[in-house]
């Protein structure tokens, strides 16, 4: 989307998007204030952030950029938010906030989407998010992008998600920190052989396939090409053999790279 342009009709009327800096901090704080507790513990991973907490994550450290939804009958009012943070050189942290009377009318969308965009043209490849288990929204946000589960666990609360900004699947940012193995299975809880590869230092990124809710096939389906399993030294297959698209998947796999299957 081009920043500064209006959202759709469709989705919230007459709301303006625009790049955010300094000056913009007391609007900032004030839409982080006036959030409901389940959405403050959505945000900030607790229902009652501290005032340290607040002002640094309306802040705008090095490496920060940030947009801002403008309330159409109060234009001074903030009524949505999106940042990245940078961690590496191409990796960045990511967060947005809707107002709770603005969820679910698309707004998060666009704030993502503009977020996405600024990333690619600054040249960052990667933009991480810390999530929730429960906060679907959020899930589903990102499950429009190229999405890998970078943290393996079979009980999680809080699931770390990595999105490609210049499209495509993520692969691994920077250095990988152990064997790179990628592992293709549905939902977010792993079994129990990618834990144990996991707890004995590979490094592991999960992806769940092809997802048609989100209107997402499978790249390797539609332009042969998918980052995880290029940089990936071995690959671990488990999406459901009856499902057309996925079988589709793990017989392009086994075309393209039968040395690193595992199973
Ligand atoms: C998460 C959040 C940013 C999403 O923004 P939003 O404007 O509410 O979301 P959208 O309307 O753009 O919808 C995004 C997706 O979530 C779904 N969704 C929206 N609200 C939902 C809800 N309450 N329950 C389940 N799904 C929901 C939409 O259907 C859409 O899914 P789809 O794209 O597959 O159709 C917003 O809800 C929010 O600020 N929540 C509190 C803070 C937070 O959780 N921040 C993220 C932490 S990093």
Same mark, same amino acid.
């Given at each position: ?8 009709? @469709?989705? /919230?009327?007459?709301? +303006?998007?625009?790049?955010?800096? #300094?000056?913009?901090? #007391? ?10 507790? @389940? ?13 340290? $907490?607040?002002?640094? %994550? ?8 940030? !947009?801002? %939804?403008?309330? #159409? ?7 949505? +938010? /999106?940042?990245? *943070? !940078?961690?590496?050189?191409? !990796?960045? +942290? $990511?967060?947005? &906030?809707?107002? @709770? ?9 666009? =704030? $993502? ?25 959020? =899930? ?43 592992? +293709? ?11 144990? !590869? /996991?707890?004995?230092? %590979? ?17 390797? $389906? &539609? ?14 297959? =488990? ?9 589709? *998947? %793990? ?6 790279? #039968? ?5």
């Amino acid at each position: 989307m081009t920043i500064g342009a209006r959202i759709e009709p @469709d989705l /919230a009327p007459r709301i +303006e998007v625009r790049p955010a800096g #300094p000056a913009d901090i #007391p609007a900032i704080r004030r839409l982080f204030a006036g959030l409901s507790a @389940d959405s403050a513990r959505r945000r900030f991973q607790t229902g009652q952030p501290t005032p340290g $907490l607040l002002a640094a %994550a309306a802040g705008f450290g090095p490496g920060t950029r940030c !947009l801002v %939804a403008l309330d #159409p009958e109060a234009p001074g009012r903030v009524v949505g +938010e /999106a940042r990245y *943070v !940078l961690l590496e050189p191409d !990796l960045a +942290e $990511l967060a947005i &906030t809707v107002a @709770d009377r603005y969820q679910g009318r698309g707004l998060g969308r666009v =704030l $993502l989407a503009g977020l996405v965009d600024q990333a690619r043209a600054a040249g960052i490849g990667y933009l991480r998010s810390v999530v929730l288990m429960s906060n679907t929204a959020m =899930l589903r946000l990102l499950a429009h992008y190229g999405c890998a589960q970078v943290t393996t666990a079979d009980e999680i609360s809080v699931v770390t998600v990595d999105i490609a900004a210049r499209g495509g699947m993520p692969g691994w940012p920077g250095a990988a920190r152990g064997r790179r193995v990628l592992v +293709e299975q549905r939902g977010w809880f792993a079994d129990e052989q990618t834990i144990r !590869l /996991a707890a004995d230092g %590979a490094d592991v990124r999960r992806c769940q396939g092809p997802n048609q809710r989100a209107g997402r096939t499978c790249p390797l $389906l &539609t332009t042969g090409q998918c980052a995880l399993a290029e940089q990936a030294q071995e690959i671990i297959c =488990l999406l459901p053999d009856g499902d057309a698209e996925s079988a589709a *998947v %793990a017989a392009a796999h086994r075309r393209l790279w #039968p040395e690193r299957l595992a199973r």
